[in-house]
Each structure stands twice: as structure tokens, then as C-alpha cells.
């Protein structure tokens, strides 16, 4: 008996238009947590290493986590999985919003669509009625408008996950929205959808329940994750002023990546922070992704711009689209972030190729953009900047180009420009000053997505908190290891948040609930874990599956192609030096990467030539399907 | 006269200083950024009491803007807003 | 008796439906939003959620409408009561209460949910972080969150009728 989960897979093939639902075992939850690992489990056998992203063969992965449904507060976030156009490779993207919630309680924990449609479609579930529909009266509409036309035809009680016009047109960054603002933003998932002529999906009011194995168990474990929330300093502070919130603490710290990494902090900064969204008067209130009471998201208003009401920005985006490109006008951050929302673009991707275009045209390049545009797109501009969007998301002019994401674009232009192209593997980096903060500079290069945040994030390294600088001395052996600017003991506070993560992504809980705040641990995760389905644990067995996981994702793209020369960072972020607000100046030389990726794959018991797990160690996990492709690697 | 409106955003100093909004009419003039914390009237203890107790976890953004340094001058001749709050948590 | 209830502030609510996750299990030992005695009504597209929950209207609509006189008033918590053995599950009672608070479909649950405050100590209230929920300190108050609920429902409502 699986407890917790429905133990179904809806297989949709949008080539055949057939649909099918696949029972799985109880097995799998055991090793793989719930979605984030079923999913990397299911794309190993689905997803040939040789397939291509934009193409049939593709399939994408949607999928709601074990403590979705169940009580357990901020376990809504929902995995979609697939082999993104952007880095050609597997890829994990992670949003909140109602639809994962909304699928579980409709009989399924994960939708997997196969194939391509020749017509624009959408998909219609509603408990056991599933249908492929036309989707050409939705084609072409902003993701807002298409939600609400959507629910006009099923009903306010549905859910929509959705891609707009930047996925139709198969821009690199587009993006997947589930509940409209909710974004699964970054490696082109939107794309990839578009290529398939997927609209979308709806999901319909859902009349399943989740049984939970100790119903009386789960209900007090999960009173005291609510009560260990609303008790958490960060979880406060975001909670009320959302992830922006962090935005001072990064300049303080000069880890605010601005002017395109040119500096580590700003003046300004304080125009792109969350508690300036509340002081200004633009938070007019605040949105949870489902089960969450953090509900960290804002509902923003500005009457500038032509009147905007909208859900954001993000911190990352605050930064993308702010400091990054020398923007302090808070209002017309607002309006980005709606463009980026209702075209369906992922805002780091897109503040990464803005800072680009700024920097280039400073230095004498894309000089004919001027003439495009009407206007020079130089630091701070707004009106370059809302038409750069436009033409990237409808692939008009240099947009066409700029929407193949940095790596494209600056090889095209000319190769020298590629020296501040901040991107790696095909990714634009995210947004946190890498140089400084080294924890996270390994985390990124390892990092399946590339250099970005969204995976293994360790927040704790900056020790704004008692409870982080605690956790920091827990992994590295002395709390003075905290605070940014060091090298020791960040291979150990990477390992743990890569595994902590993994489990966190695959029950459906918020990674913020256990790395940025510090409301549920390993022992109430594993005691939740139990308690929902049933499966004995303990909390280093569930870390164990976490490492399983993070084990097998990085299986899957060694077979996909993926050596230690993949485990880099950006050129600017090796090859120059950023000086801090004190004067100063740090460099990550390749040298001192490699040093902890050498010591990272040490601990990791994978062999640190290659960066392969070993077949011991893939023995050990119970791997062992992935042991042929290993040896192909080792030898 | 100028009016120096400091708002509190954190509850934690709120509760300490018991109150989230706290004014004060100063002459127009030159003051450093401590001066004019100085000058808040509050029940029980000192804003620049607490803001030394607490260190880098607090940010004062003086209309608009974040300043680290408290010893700025900052000319005063019209209103002047304060803002008061602890870093949060995001990514 | 006093002023016991829930009070709801639309303003507050940021839609994450942890109450109506909480209720459920609480009653049912199984969680859904469906089996929920509180009612969430969202508009993404609008960032507008709010929940709904019986409020004890004094003349109590619910009951007046029952064509078989299954509810009644329970004593100790001031709440209507569905009597499952008279209830012929008609539906009635919900199209009855002002306040939309009245849960019935059929296809997942033969009888009508409505609000018991859990005994007297109600669950919701102790998860909803952003105040949506809260005990009730008067009735008056009660009575005027209700009605604001009301209006934001009927936006929504309305927005998406075909």
C-alpha cells in the first residue's frame, strides 16, 4: 500500500494523442523520496543521452511532491523535469503556485508528456477524464490572459499550468507557469513545451484525498513545522518583505552582482530591496505558493508604466533586472517583472543578456541596436530595456538572437565579447557575487542547471543568523567558517545542501523552510517522512536518498556528456578580479575551483580525476543500473 | 520645521522600542545620521543603543537610500523619512 | 456563550489553502481540500483569495432551509449541525447560506460540511500565519469579514462565468 503519493504517472504522447497511467511501487519512494528523484529516475529510462530538446523525443516531467496535499505547511512546490534547449542537457526546474497540489488531489503525482502535437493543445485532467484539446483560440495569448480564457471554459476551480508567447516562440529562457506568476523559470522548459505545440495544461477541482499512514503523527509533526516557522527570524522578515529581502544583506556583504559583475555593490541598492517595495507603498499584499504561510510572494502595484498589478518582483529578479543593469526606477521593475510573467520569461536568463547587451554597446559593439531600438540601451536604461524585452520574447530584430541566450549570442557578435557573457554550460549565472560568496561559487559549478542558485542554494554561508552560523559549524567543524569571503569547509556545506535539497525538491517542501530559514531539520523531515508514508527512516538514511539523487542527476549527464570541464563558472567570474566595498579585491582563479571541486569529489567518494561516481560508490546507493555507463567513463 | 519620520520594520526592535513609527521636528540644518537617530524620542531605550547592540543586522535607509556610514552628514531642510529594519532570507 | 468563532480578513489571504489541508485531516484523518468545512475561493490571475466559513447566522438560514430538519444547532458550540440519518442530502442548506460556507458535492462527500470550530478549538486559525483566520474577538467583526469574503467570491465568481 503507498501512503501519501497516488502512485500514478499520467503519460500523455502528444504525437499518437494517446494517454495512459502508470502504477509505480512503493519501492521508488523509498529510494527516490518523491518527485524531484522519481523524475530524475524516470528521465534516465526515458530520455536517450543523443535526443534532442526542441524535438519529439523530449519529455517533460511534471511532477507534485510526497508532502503535497498532506498538511505539512509550504510543501507545495511542484518539479518539472526535461533535457533543456539551453544547456543540452538534463535539467530541474522548481515552482510553487496550486497546480502540483491541484494534480495530486486529481489521482496523480506526476504528468509525463511524450512527443509533439501538430496543432497547438492543451492538456484537460479532471480526476479520471483526461483529453488533448485544441489549443488555437489560446495560442499566441499572454499567460495571464490565456488563464483566465482557460478557466472561463472549466471552471474558477481549475488550475492552469501555462507557457506564453516567449515558449511559443522558443526563446532559450522561456519559461513554464503554473497559477500564472508561479515560474519554473530558468533552461528553457517553456521552449521546450512550445516545440511540442503544448499550450498548456488544466487541471480540474480534484476529488481525491491523500492518505496519510499516521494521520495523528503527521498532523503534530507538521503543527510543529508551523509553529518552528512562525518562529524563524529569516521566515519572518520574509514573510513579510519577501525574498528581496536579502537584497541589503548582499550589499553589505558585496555580494550584489551589478553593472553585469562589474561591481559587488551599490549605492542604489536599496531601490531593488523588499522592505523598500513596503516602505514605497508598492506591496498592496502577499501570495503563498499552495500550502505555504510564509507566502513570501508580493502583489505589487505601480500606476506608472500604464498602470501595473502583478505578482513580484523576486530577489533575483529585483537584482536581474536592477542593480544588474544599473536600474534603481522601482516602478519600472514592477513592470519588467509583469512583461517577464505574462510573456513567459525566465528574469535572470534575461537580465543576464540586458547586462550583456548594455556592457557590449558600451565597449563599442552591436552598435546597429541603437537604430532598432530608437534609443542607446545604456546602463539604466528603461525604455532600451522594456523594448529589449519585447523584441527577445517576439524574436524581432537582435532580439532573435539574443532570445539563443548568452552563449549564442556572444560567439555570433564576436568571440571577445564572450569575456563578459556571464554564463556557463548555456546558463546566465544567478544572481549572488560568486567570487565572494565560495560556497556558493562550488555549488554553482557543480550544479546540474549550471551556474545558478535554484538547486543547491547554501544561504547559510553568508551567517546572517544564529541558526545558520550554527549549521555552518555543525558541517565545517567551527562557526567562525560563516560569513563570505572564505574557503574552508565549503566542499562540506555544499555537500550537505546538495543532498538536503534534494530531499526537500522531492517531498515538495520549500528549500527556503530548511536552508534560508531554519524551521524543519533533518529529524522532523525524516519523522514527517514516515509518518506520511509509511517507510521506515531515519534522518541519515534520508539524506543517503538525497545523495542518491544528487548521485544519480549527476549519472545521468555524465552519460549525457558532462566532464570536469563542465564544473566551471563563467569567464569573467575566473579570469577577473571584484573588489568589495572595503577596498577588497577578491579573484576565483581556476586553481582554487579546482582545489574544492578536488576536495568535494574526495568527500563524495567518486573518482576526482573524472568527477564520475565510483561503482563502489553508485554500488552503495543502489545505482546500479547506471554502473555500465560509469565504467565507460573510468576507464 | 522638518519633520524626521523613522519608521521600524522589524518587529523584533519594534517590540524593544515599543513602537514601529516614531517622529521628530528638528531645525533645518546639517546632522550626522547618528545625530538625528539621537534625537527620536522613544520610551525606553535608545534607537543608537539598539543599533550598536545589534550591529550588521541592521540597516537604516535614510530616504530612500541605505546608509552604512552613520556618521553622513545629511543636510535637513525639508522632511526627512528613516527606515529601520534586519536583513531577510532569499534567493 | 461568547463571542467564539472565526473571523475572516479577505485582505490577508495569500491563497495557500493550509487551512482547508488542516481541516480535513483534522475531521477526516485524510487530507483534501474538498472534505474541508473552510472554503477557499481564489483569482490568480488577480492575486484575490479568500476563505469562507460558516459564521453562525443567528437566524440560521441553513436549517430553515432543510426540507427535513437536519440541522440543528449544537449547544456547546453554537454551530449548525448536519444530522447525517435525516439528511437527504438535497443541498439546499448550501445554496441557502449567505456566505458560500456551506461545502456539498456530492460526488466526494454524500452530506454537507459546515463549520464545528472543531469542538471549540479551532485548527484553522492556528496555521493561517497571514491572519486571514483568526478567533473572533466580536461578533459585529464576525459578521463584517463574512460579507467581505462574500463580495470577493462573487467577483471571482462572476469573472469566470462562461
Partial sequence: MVYAVNGKILHVDLTSGKTWVEKYKEDLIALFVGSRGIQARLYWDLVDPGVKALSDRNVVFVGAGTFTGTPAPSSGRTTITFKSPATNMYFKASVGGDFGLKLKLNGYDLVAIHGASERPSYLYVENDHVDILPADKYWGLDVRSAHVELLRKHGHNSDTLLIGPAGENLVKYASVNCSVYNVAARGGGGAVLGYKKLKGIVVGRGERSVVLYDPKTFYSKAMKAVLNIMNDEALIATAKFGTASATMGLDRTSTLPCYNFKRSFWEHAYSNAGEYYVEAGYLVGRVGCAQCIVSCHRHTRTSKYGGVDTVGPEYETSNALGGNIGNSDTDSLIKLNDLANIYGLDTISLGGVIGWVMESYERGYLRSIQGELGVEPLWGNVEATLKLVESIAFRRGTGNLLAEGLATACAEVDPETCKWAVQSRGLEHSRVETRVARAYALAFALNPRGPDHLHTETFAEFGFSDASRKLIGRLTGSEENAGVGKDAGRPEIVMWHEDIYAVTDSVGLCAFIDTAGFAVDEVLLSELFEAATGIKTTPSELMKSGERIVTLERMIQVREGRTRKDDTLPWRILNEGITTREGRTYELTEKTLNSMLNKYFKLRGWDVEKGVPTPDKLKELKLEFTLSEAVKHLT | ?91 | MGPEGVTIDPKLCTGCHLCELICSTYHFGKSSVELSRVIVYKDEASARFTPTLCVSCPGMPCAKACPTGAIVKNESTGMPEVMVSMCSSCGECAKACPYMAVRFEASVHAYPLICDLCGGDPQCVKVCWPGALTKTVTAQERFRGAAEARAVIFEIISKYRR
Avoid: C
Fill in chain 2, 1 to 91: 520645521m522638518p519633520l524626521v519620520r523613522v519608521t521600524i520594520l522589524s518587529d523584533k526592535l519594534a517590540k524593544l522600542l515599543q513602537g514601529n513609527e516614531f517622529r521628530v521636528q528638528v531645525e533645518p540644518g546639517t546632522y550626522s545620521i547618528a545625530e538625528l537617530i539621537d534625537l527620536i524620542p522613544t520610551q525606553v531605550h535608545s534607537i543608537k543603543s539598539i543599533i550598536d547592540k545589534m550591529g550588521e543586522a541592521v540597516f537604516i535607509a535614510v530616504n530612500g537610500r541605505v546608509r552604512y556610514n552613520l556618521d553622513e552628514k545629511i543636510e535637513v531642510m525639508d522632511d526627512i523619512r528613516v527606515t529601520v529594519f534586519e536583513v531577510g532570507a532569499g534567493g
